[in-house]
């Protein structure tokens, strides 16, 4: 299980995250949904040790990962697909997927998950010679996924990946988000698509301006009447 | 396993290709004195392929890994100066230190091996562990000048390593470090190699360690940080590691291609080693295509061509035609630089970009293939 406990994160000058706390427990969806500003990414970036904690502690099966180094924190099994794809253009499919891989050195269990990888999104494995920048939007954000799981984590953080993708595609890549947790990977999960992140979360944590305003099942913030008008778009 | 398979091929090719380079030198030289024009030609040959070796080094900082230094003149001093004063032959020190009583070194490497490995094997030998030390020592270097400059970005970390080689050329040429490094005299007189044929290997060997290097993990890291740093780090990418690892590697083959620059030479002072030699060295990576091995190894051959031969008679005002006295020493670097533009102009991402030979020989046969069935 991860846990936040009171995470205080400044970020470009900025007190970004307010003191946080949330729980994600092994094998679930947890969701992280909000509006633009709200302190969502500082908090996975944060986590990924992208960002220094200004203080509050991170837990990671009660071992204190708080401000550990990046590569430190992808050995321990936690990995980010960053916001905006962020794949690298001038190399190819195969070669991002194996900087995916990058901290690991067991040779045969690295093929096997290219397999795995390639089983899940057969599209990379069909253009796995090509550069990475000539993918389309949606198959970027299949590269992401598959290069994150290429570190074979235990818990995978995904900083919006419905940005800037097609209704059907987003969809799509929904549908991936729960087959890989089906596989035991724990997932949290932040969307501005509050609807879609909702319907697949088993946790939800609603966070505004830096602070975590409500939590509750994926169901129960779904059908919340306030949460509905505010991110939901209800009809009036 | 296919990774190990490609690795073996590229250094069992890149052997091959040492091998019949260093023949032909050799063919080359033997014919040198029958054939005219083939002796500028091997000038050219010897100062490119250094060149070569300089220029695949800093690519494979400001290319390979996206960090702008310029602190490449430093490091090469460095080498040179390392290697001129560790292999000038004792008997010869009293006349090179002339002003400081023979100096404070008083071994030469290359005779302490010939003593006793015989005259050739010895000093061979010797010369060689030579080179490899001005590598060990740049890369030291760039190691302590690493730990505070790497922190910079971009013009700043340019500022600063283009700063440092500019104090270590002072230091050199500072009365307090003469008795070591001979002030701002020439050092001459130390063993070199005479023949084109043991820079092809050398070089040859470097390019290809680096080839390799370039196509490993570490490589497709380097190339990682180049293009997305918070990506690189997102999977876990030590970023001051590997930045790190590429400057101190850059700086080790510097201070070799150094080394090998004061043997062309034969003679040595830290005056000429200015940041306009970086900018050179800089051009040549440009002009090949930041990020391509091969075509900086073209391009290096391509400029000490221009400068040194094929543009000389634009210098000689005696093959100007009537009285508009249009050649004059100096206008070879005009008709140079338009040269350069032009490249710069149509070839924007240099003559090869960041691909290399082989693989555009791979397309070249695939787009006739094509063709092919069209028709």
């Given at each position: 299980m991860l846990k936040i406990e009171d995470l205080h994160v400044s970020y470009g000058g900025i007190q970004a995250v307010k003191g946080i706390s949330l729980e994600v427990p092994d094998g679930k969806i947890v969701t992280l949904i909000g509006a633009n500003g709200a302190g969502k990414s500082t908090t996975l970036r944060t986590i990924a040790g992208l960002v220094p904690a200004q203080s509050g502690q991170i837990f990671l099966q009660d071992e204190k990962i708080t401000n550990l180094s990046s590569d430190r924190i992808v050995s321990k099994g936690i990995t980010l697909v960053p916001e905006g794809r962020r794949?690298?253009?001038?190399?190819t499919v195969l070669e991002n997927l194996k900087i995916g891989a990058?901290?690991?050195?067991?040779r045969p269990e690295m093929e096997k998950d290219l397999q795995w990888v390639y089983d899940l999104f057969p599209r990379l494995k069909e253009r796995?010679?090509?550069?990475?920048?000539?993918?389309?939007g949606g198959e970027q954000q299949m590269l992401a996924v598959g290069r994150a799981l290429m570190s074979r984590p235990k818990i995978m953080m995904m900083d919006?990946?419905?940005?800037?993708?097609a209704p059907i595609v987003v969809q799509g890549i929904f549908e991936i988000i729960r087959e890989i947790n089906r596989q035991g990977v724990t997932i949290l999960l932040i969307e501005q698509n509050a609807n879609m992140a909702l319907k697949v979360a088993d946790q939800a944590y609603v966070m505004e301006t830096g602070r975590i305003t409500r939590q509750g099942t994926g169901q129960e913030l779904l059908n919340d009447e306030s949460i509905k008008e505010a991110y939901l778009g209800k009809h009036k | 396993m296919m990774k190990q398979q490609s690795n073996k091929r590229t250094i069992v090719l890149g052997l091959i290709l040492i091998a019949v380079m260093a023949l032909l030198s050799v063919a080359a030289e033997a014919l040198a004195g029958s054939v005219s024009g083939l002796s500028m030609l091997l000038v050219v040959l010897k100062k490119g392929t250094v060149y070569a070796l300089l220029a695949v080094s800093m690519n494979l900082l400001n290319?390979?890994?996206g960090l702008f230094s310029l602190g490449q003149a430093g490091f090469m001093l460095l080498g040179a100066y390392t290697y001129a004063i560790l292999a000038i032959p004792v008997a010869k020190r009293a006349g090179v230190f002339q002003y400081y009583?023979?100096?404070?070194?008083?071994?030469s490497i290359p005779e302490i091996f010939s003593g006793f490995l015989g005259d050739v094997v010895g000093s061979v030998i010797g010369m060689l562990l030579t080179l490899v030390l001005c590598g060990l020592l740049a890369a030291l270097l760039g190691w302590l000048i690493g730990?505070?400059?790497?922190r910079l970005k971009s013009d700043y970390l340019a500022i600063a390593t283009l700063g440092f080689a500019e104090i270590l050329r002072t230091f050199i040429q500072f009365e307090g470090s003469a008795p070591l490094t001979n002030g701002s005299n020439t050092l001459r007189q130390y063993t070199t190699f005479q023949h084109l044929y043991p820079y092809v290997i050398i070089v040859g060997v470097c390019i290809l360690l680096i080839v390799l290097l370039v196509n490993s993990t570490y490589g497709r890291a380097f190339k990682a940080i180049r293009d997305d740093e918070i990506a690189a780090e997102a999977m876990g990418i030590n970023l001051a590691r590997h930045k790190m690892l590429s400057f101190v590697i850059s700086s080790f083959f510097a201070g070799v291609g150094g080394g090998l620059m004061a043997m062309y030479m034969s003679s040595v002072q830290a005056?000429?080693?200015?940041s306009a030699m970086t900018y050179e060295i800089l051009l040549m990576v440009v002009i090949g295509g930041i990020g391509s091995i091969s075509g900086s190894v073209i391009a290096s051959f391509l400029f000490i061509g221009c400068s040194?031969?094929?543009?000389?008679?634009?210098?000689?005002?005696?093959?100007?035609?009537?009285?508009?006295?249009?050649?004059?020493?100096?206008?070879r670097m005009v008709v140079f630089s338009v040269f350069i533009m032009v490249i710069v102009l149509f070839f924007r991402r240099g003559l090869l970009g960041d691909r290399e030979l082989p693989d555009l020989a791979r397309r070249m046969k695939k787009s006739f293939r094509k063709e092919g069935k069209h028709k």
């Open positions: 794949v690298f253009p001038d190399m990058y901290l690991r050195r067991d796995s010679w090509q550069a990475a920048g000539t993918l389309s919006e990946p419905s940005l800037g993708l | 290319g390979f890994t009583d023979g100096g404070v070194v008083q071994f730990l505070p400059s790497l005056k000429g080693f200015t040194e031969w094929w543009l000389r008679f634009l210098d000689d005002s005696s093959n100007n035609i009537g009285s508009f006295q249009l050649l004059a020493p100096g206008f």
